[in-house]
Nanobody, 131 residues
């Protein structure tokens, strides 16, 4: 089992920015697969951004050009910089790690943003964007 803890959520107005962090333990640190997901009220959890062990990234179309995922291996921390926020970005944001289907699919094609590709999850941090 791995432990992940998100921080940095909050409330902003449309067009604002937030920076999320996810501190994880040494078990999660060894995972080739890491990602951010979000779940809005009444909706399914969806992948937002992923980063693999080689530093390749992948983003959902809805956030491309506005969100940036990164990681600091020395600090065991995953980040997500979110700019130009919109009310549609309002959700609980979760970080995830662990290649639940093995790492080969990510090694072949880059980060996958489907929920069942990730094994370990944080508790989430809320983001609210008001118009």
């Amino acid at each position: 089992q791995a432990h992940l803890a998100e921080s940095g959520g909050g409330s902003v107005q449309t067009g604002g920015s937030l920076s999320l962090s996810c501190a994880y333990d040494s078990h999660a640190a060894t995972s080739y697969c890491k990602a951010w997901f979000r779940q809005a009220p009444g909706k399914e959890r969806e992948g937002v951004a992923g980063i693999d062990g080689d530093g390749r990234t992948n983003y959902a179309d809805s956030v491309k050009g506005r969100f940036t995922i990164s990681k600091d291996n020395a600090k065991n921390t995953l980040y997500q910089q979110m700019n130009s926020l919109e009310p549609e970005d309002t959700a609980i944001y979760y970080c995830a790690a662990g290649c639940s289907r093995g790492s080969q699919s990510w090694r072949d094609a880059g980060p996958r943003l489907q929920r069942d590709y990730l094994r370990y999850w944080g508790q989430g941090t809320p983001v609210t964007v008001s118009s």
